[in-house]
């Protein structure tokens, strides 16, 4: 489908803040526009901080066929949730990193394969990210013993500034040997070095033989950006951060205003020429 000059043949959406509202809802307008995708012969795909568990809501409404990139890129599965590619945190590195979050006072979350860890089940987000994955955490006293083969470390806090800062102190602390970016506000996702979305771009265009700029991204965090740079077309959604609005091709609605329907309908069906006479491109409009 042509956007503009570029043929766009892949499109790869981030979850939450993109794909689903505020309430972590799927909108009907949403579920058609990707199924209006494969209709017109346009891959769809999906990336999250989430585990693997947390989007198997999604496959069927979405009918989605192309692999699925749980972690920010940690994991990735079949539409069966069959593993084709797995990259965990080194070893070595699991205590250092919780102590890193223990001492910037962020509440520590750690995944291992389908299992997800805490200290304490009534910190905040923990009721409402179970309501999301739709499966409750394992509570334990201690995470000793548990550092092994680590998907993904989360560090959790309602002090947006904090999680910011850490996320710096973690990327000066661990250099290349981790990626560090937040995926909410709230959190702090610490993967393997290459489970980044930037990653997973690569990964979905040397599987299905898709090049970079026909592409298509859309998302609303910082850990959307690398995606961004590896797509020809990138969409920052309404309601992000203007550091990530600057870092996309376009602009569109919030989540909670039909954005990625909004986006899909006007930039990639309906062809970016056309999109750009929109308000929304206007304001998004990259040079």
């Known amino acids: 489908m042509s956007t503009g000059s570029v043929d766009i043949r892949l499109v790869i959406a981030d979850v939450d803040g993109t794909l689903v509202t505020s309430q972590k809802v799927l909108t009907e307008r949403s579920v058609k526009a990707a199924r209006k995708l494969g209709e017109a012969g346009i891959a769809f795909a999906i990336t999250s901080g989430r585990p693997p568990r947390g989007m198997e809501m999604l496959i069927e409404p979405l009918a989605l066929q192309t692999p699925i990139s749980a972690f920010n890129g940690g994991l990735i599965v079949q539409p069966d949730l069959s593993v084709i590619e797995q990259r965990t945190i080194p070893d070595e590195l ?73 996320a710096e102190a973690a990327r000066q602390e661990f250099g290349a040997k981790v990626s560090a970016s937040r995926s909410q506000p709230y959190y702090l996702d610490i993967t393997h070095p290459r489970a980044n979305k930037g990653e997973v771009a690569l990964f979905l265009s040397a599987r299905l033989g898709v090049p970079a700029e026909q592409i298509a991204t859309i998302g609303d965090g910082p850990n959307d950006v690398l995606m961004f740079a590896r797509s020809g077309l990138s969409i920052a959604m309404g309601q992000s951060d203007r550091e990530v609005q600057r870092a996309a091709r376009l602009v569109t609605s919030g989540n909670d205003e039909e954005g990625f329907a909004e986006a899909m309908e006007r930039f990639v069906l309906a062809g970016a020429g056309e999109a750009a006479k929109t308000p929304a491109a206007q304001s998004g409009e990259r040079s």
């Open 94 to 166: 699991a205590p250092a990193i919780v102590s890193h979050l223990d001492r910037a006072a962020l509440d520590a979350w750690l995944y291992r394969g389908s299992d997800w860890y805490l200290r304490d089940v009534a910190a905040p987000h923990v009721a409402r990210e179970a309501a999301t994955v739709q499966f409750e955490p394992t509570v334990v006293a201690s995470f000793e013993g548990l550092e092994n083969g680590l998907a993904k470390v989360v560090g959790v806090s309602d002090d947006h500034a904090l999680v910011e800062s850490t």
